[in-house]
């Protein structure tokens, strides 16, 4: 066991030795893995920090029926709450809406202006069943009451903002795909070299009798390495761009009275994102290896 450990330790140290020896090709290669890294975790940063987004708003289905002047109220509540799709029924009059909307920042002012109140009374109805179709067909129904001016789906919103978010999680698996093979080409080309350089010293080992392990193990290794320093490049590449990013986003955020930032990826998130690097430099050695020690 000691002897094995022993030789680990003498591969790693062998591969950190090439990694000094060839310190401007290891930095360009480690940079290149850290670029394309960044763009799949940036995207996926992004993604995330858009969906805390949405989280601060209220998803559930709600249809607001807008009345006419002349509606009956009573009338129209009973319809509504006889009606097995309703789970719940808030009334909201034109001058509670009034109230809210000259809380509304930078809209005192305006409704200061108005003569009269031109907001309608309405009722915010929770459906049952919250899916596009079901709402949809709900508000068709509600449109036809007596008394009912508009009817307006308020989640329509979240549903296409849902929508976007799984097209972005399509894409972005889709880029980090197409990089990560690439990774594993910039690997696998980076320890052909080192064999082709190492050719002789490689054939004179096996002939004074080292295994296949032996030979192998320190390329390994050095793919590891390689994949290691990419991973961690990548992560201070995106904490950089955020860190910019978050200037304009502090101002934007600012306008609407908020101090939203964009977040960096979680401990377990970057963890996650090195050990894949380290795994792809890992991977693109062992595919090298396996062709060019034939």
Known sequence: M???LRQHRDALARAFG?????RSA??????VIGVALSLPAGGYALLANLQLVAQRFTLDPQVSVFLKAEAK??????RLRRDARVVQLRFVSREDALQELRRSEGLAEVVAALERNPLPDAF???ARDGSAAALEAFAADVRTLPGVAQVQVDSAWAQRLGALARIGRLALAALAALLATGLVAVTFNTIRLQILTQREEIEVSQLLGATDAFIRRPFFYLGLLQGLAGGALGLAILLAGLATLNQGVRDLAQTYG???QLAFLSGTEALAVIGLSAFLGWLGALLSVSKYLR
Do not use: C, I
Not at 26 to 31: G, H, P, Y
């Open 26 to 31: 290891s930095l360009l290669n480690a940079l």
């Open 18 to 22: 090439k990694l000094r020896a060839q």
């Open 124 to 126: 915010v109805v929770r």
């Open 2 to 4: 000691m002897a094995w």
């Open 258 to 260: 908020s101090s939203f």
């Open 73 to 78: 109220r009573g009338e129209l509540e009973g």
